[in-house]
Structure formats: C-alpha cells, structure tokens
C-alpha cells in the first residue's frame, strides 16, 4: 500500500486517490504548429526508472490534483504539492 | 545434449538419470558478434532461435541481466489465444498460435501446450454485440470464434454466478476453441536450448549498461563482462524498454506498469478452460498442479518494482469472489507482479529505431506471453532482412505521427487504461 503525504490531509492511503498521468510533461502553446512537439506531448515519455514526476487526484479526500515525486523502482515518496501551486 | 524422447528417457533411467547433460552451455562472451539481443526471456531467445534457424545467421549472443525467462517469462498467466480483431493484430497473433500448435515437436522440448478453450464473458448486450463483431471478424480470417448465449455458458461453465445476486449477470460468452495455456518456464527453456544447439551464446548475469558507438550508429553494448560488439544490437527487454531506450537517447511511447497474478492453494480440478470477466479485468484457470491462476488489473501508476500493492489484490479476490462465489474461502498460495512496457495504443512494437544498428522488440503490454513465438519470428526476420514481415509491417514507432495507432480497446494514449 502506497501511502501519500497530500499537503491537505496528511498521509493518506493510496486507495482514497487516482492516478493522473505524468506530470513532466506540459502542453505545448495551443498556438504550436510544430506537429513533432505535439506527438512527443502526446505519446511520447521518458519512463523513468527512478524519480519521477506524477498527478494524483485526492479525489476521496480534499478532491485536490497533487503532484508527487515518487520513486519508481523503490516507491520512496519524495515531495507532494498541490498541483495549482506547482503549475505557477 | 542430444534429443530428448520416450528412449532416452529410458536410457537414463537404466544409469539412474544421473548422466543428463546440461540442456544449453554457459560460454564466455566472444568479443563480436553478427547480432546481439538483450534480454534473454521468452522473446529475445525466440529471435535467436529463428535467426539461426529460418536465416541461417549462427554468430548470435543472448545476453541477459539475470536468468532465463526471471522477467514477465516467467510471471505471466500462460494463456495463448488469438482473438483479436484490428488490422494488424489479427493475423500477427493466429501466426503465434500456429506456432505454438507446433512448437513442442519444432523445440524438441515439451512446452505443454494445452488448447483448452477460451471464454470471454459478456454482461451487457453492448457487450455481446462488440463480441459479435470481434467473432466475425476473427471467422473472416479464418480463427476459430464461437458466441455462446447465457444457458450455453451456464450448461459449460455451471460454478459462475447465475443467481440474482450477480452484480454483473453473465449475458454470454465469445468462445475460442484453439486458445489455451502453455507451461512458461518451459518455453524459455526450450527456447535457450534449441537456440544453443544452433550455436547460439546464452550469456546470463550479465547486464548491458551502454553502447558501443561509431559515427552516431550503435555498433555494441557495453556490459558488465566488458564490450561486446555487433553488427546489430535486438532490443528485447519488456518492462525495461524504456530505461536501455533513454540511455540510447531515445524516447518511447511507452510507460512501465506492475501488472500482478495470483496462485491459489491446490484444488481437485475445476476450471477446465480459461475464463476471462467482462465486467471488469481479471481472468482465471486451473493450473496442472490444482492451483488457480488469477490475474488482474494494472497497479495503475508507473512501476519497476517487480512487486505488487495490496488494493489490486483485494480487487482482482474481489472480481473472484463475484465471478465464481464457491472459491470464496479459498487461500491464496502466492502472488507477484511483472513490468509490463505499456504502449499508448496497447500494441507493441518490432521496429527499427530512429538508430543505425539499434532495433526494438517491445511495448507488449499484458499480451507478450502468447506473442512469443510470432514475436521472435518476426523479430528474426526484421534482423535478418532488414525490412519487417508484412504480418508485423505495422508495429512500427511512427505509426503514431502517422495516426495509424493501433487501439484494440479504443481508450486513446493512456498506457494505464489498456
């Protein structure tokens, strides 16, 4: 059981989340027209094993988006801030 | 070595059995190879084996971080169909199945191939009329495919759940009469020693950890045995695709994901076939030894750790419990989770790579088990020829730019909802 530090609620268990998406990647100017940064903003990941960067939705708790850093082959949990801050 | 039958089965039993051979040697690496392929699971020894066999090419080294068939070889299901209904799959996975039809006498090595029948339950008339279609599609090609209502699944299958209490009440079934289990362990063995008997290199405990470049092509890979040279390196790793791509410096449209399953405690034999729940993701079977083999839905977030979370085993029990209520105060003996290299369309890839000398062979998602056989014959031919098989001309990378994705469940680039 993963547990999650959400700046709101404290830690939490994994259950009361959803999973969003990784969250290293940003959305390109919606005036882009370069074809290649929209298909690497879609498809496109660097899959790290290791740190990495990810939403979550506390969508049982406070029902805020948090990004988390989180280990990906050992899980450790690092920072956890809410998303509309981190997104400034 | 030599070759394994009733007679020499007796032979040895006459010495005690205590002159067996190894089945495949344990060489040293050599410092070049013609070609290279990392990952020494179900996959990469699949290629070797058809490269050596179907091409003729003998100087090939597997190499592999740990042992034979550790990774998702050996952490799968074991279920073997080919029902499925896109442009591009349907053909590719009827190959694999063929192959596996043969594949016990082509190895000289019984992989316990055992065609025991697939259903795929329906809940909804949404759901049987998508069943439906997939059916025609698959009889279109010439695949076996059979729509049951609900009293034919009732008559075949009678210990689900027809009461009124069925949180999802079975409506029928798409039935696969070809599709069945194999025994894992037993492919990756048979693979690594008919491949060693053409001469292939079997280099286990050996982690790749870098390339070796020339002029901005890939010419070898650097390991914890030292450089090995090739001509051309095979990616061919599953889960950690993505990880021996970055060091490459390339980006892959795949995510890693811990997918889980389960082993019960022995039962007398019950589930004869294999059943897969419609309602939500989990599929079961009975194994030789009694025990029921269970797997479910994806952990959901970005793993390499090749252990599973408690809340999927609660709900992979819980879909258990709903589907077949009488296993309810069963015991379950054991669980474990695989990396699976999701794709964003759910479809995989064996492709060259934006890199001279650099091919891929991954984003297999749940589905590599049963891909193996057409996977590394593919593989085998794309290596060898340098242009792919026309039943695999469409796992390419740029199918995406090209907006030729290859969705079979229709969710869009969302590695963790295939």
């Known amino acids: 059981m993963l547990r999650?530090?959400?700046?709101?609620?404290?830690?939490?268990?994994?259950?009361?989340?959803?999973?969003?998406?990784?969250?290293?990647?940003?959305r390109p100017d919606m005036n882009e027209t370069d074809v290649n940064a929209w298909l690497d903003y879609v498809f496109n990941r660097d899959n790290p094993r290791g740190p990495h960067q990810e939403y979550w939705h506390h969508v049982q708790g406070c029902r805020q988006w948090l990004v988390l850093e989180r280990n990906t082959l050992t899980h450790e949990m690092g920072d956890c801030r809410l998303a509309k801050e981190v997104s400034k | 070595m030599g070759y394994y039958s009733a007679f020499s089965i007796f032979r040895h039993a006459l010495s005690g059995n205590k002159n067996w051979g190894r089945a495949w040697r344990d060489p040293a690496p050599k410092p070049a190879y013609d070609v290279v392929i990392v990952g020494g699971g179900g996959h990469g020894l699949a290629t070797a084996y058809y490269l050596a066999k179907e091409h003729g090419i003998k100087n090939i080294a597997v190499i592999e971080k740990g042992w034979l068939g550790g990774g998702n070889t050996g952490r799968n299901t074991t279920i073997v169909r080919s029902n499925y209904m896109m442009p591009g799959n349907t053909l590719f996975y009827e190959h694999s199945l063929?192959?596996?039809?043969?594949?016990?006498?082509?190895?000289?090595?019984?992989?316990?191939?055992?065609?025991?029948?697939?259903y795929n339950l329906c809940h909804s008339q949404g759901q049987m009329d998508a069943a439906r279609r997939r059916g025609?599609?698959?009889?279109?090609?010439?695949?076996?495919?059979?729509?049951?209502?609900?009293?034919?699944?009732?008559?075949?299958?009678?210990?689900?759940?027809?009461?009124?209490?069925?949180?999802?009440?079975?409506?029928?079934?798409?039935?696969?009469s070809r599709a069945g289990t194999a025994r894992h362990d037993a492919v990756a063995w048979g693979y690594a020693r008919a491949a060693d008997q053409c001469g292939v290199d079997i280099i286990q405990q050996c982690e790749v950890q870098g390339y070796l470049w020339?002029?901005?092509?890939?010419?070898?890979?650097?390991?914890?045995?030292?450089?090995?040279?090739?001509?051309?390196?095979?990616l061919?790793?599953?889960?950690?695709?993505?990880?021996?791509?970055?060091?490459?410096?390339?980006?892959?449209?795949?995510?890693?994901?811990?997918?889980?399953?389960?082993v019960s405690e022995p039962l007398k034999p019950m589930v004869d076939?294999?059943?897969?729940y419609g309602a939500a993701h989990f599929y079961i079977s009975q194994?030789?030894?009694?025990?029921?083999?269970?797997?479910?839905?994806?952990?959901?977030?970005n793993s390499y750790a090749q252990r599973g979370g408690l809340p999927i085993v609660e709900h992979s029990m819980a879909c258990a419990k709903a589907l077949v209520p009488s296993i309810s105060r069963l015991r379950l003996l054991r669980h474990w989770a695989g990396i699976m290299d999701m794709s964003m369309d759910g479809s995989p890839f064996i492709t060259k790579t934006s890199i001279d000398g650099l091919y891929l062979n991954g984003g297999w998602c749940y589905g590599g088990f049963k891909a193996t056989p057409a996977s590394g014959w593919n593989f085998a031919w794309l290596l060898a020829k340098d242009e792919p098989h026309e039943e695999a001309a469409e796992f390419t990378l740029d199918r995406f730019e090209r907006g030729?994705?290859?969705?079979?469940?229709?969710?869009?680039?969302?590695?963790?909802?295939?």
């Not at chain 1, 700046?7 to 940003?26: H, I, K, N, W």
Request: overall charge negative; proline content about 4%.
């Open chain 2, 287 to 301: 194994s030789d030894k009694g025990g029921l083999v269970m797997g479910g839905d994806l952990d959901g977030y």
């Open chain 2, 404 to 418: 030729y994705q290859i969705d079979e469940k229709g969710v869009g680039p969302q590695p963790n909802a295939h």
């Open chain 1, 4 to 26: 999650i530090n959400c700046p709101v609620c404290g830690l939490r268990d994994e259950t009361e989340f959803t999973y969003g998406a990784d969250a290293s990647v940003t």
């Open chain 2, 236 to 262: 061919a790793v599953a889960g950690h695709s993505g990880h021996l791509a970055t060091k490459a410096g390339l980006r892959l449209p795949i995510e890693s994901h811990a997918l889980q399953a389960f």
């Open chain 2, 98 to 118: 063929k192959l596996w039809e043969d594949l016990s006498q082509d190895l000289n090595y019984n992989v316990m191939i055992s065609q025991r029948g697939q």
């Open chain 2, 273 to 276: 076939t294999v059943i897969s």
């Open chain 2, 136 to 176: 025609n599609v698959m009889r279109a090609n010439g695949i076996d495919a059979e729509l049951f209502d609900r009293n034919e699944v009732r008559e075949r299958l009678p210990y689900l759940d027809y009461s009124n209490n069925a949180r999802f009440p079975v409506q029928g079934a798409i039935f696969q």
């Open chain 2, 214 to 234: 020339e002029n901005g092509k890939v010419v070898g890979v650097e390991t914890t045995k030292g450089p090995i040279r090739a001509n051309k390196v095979g």
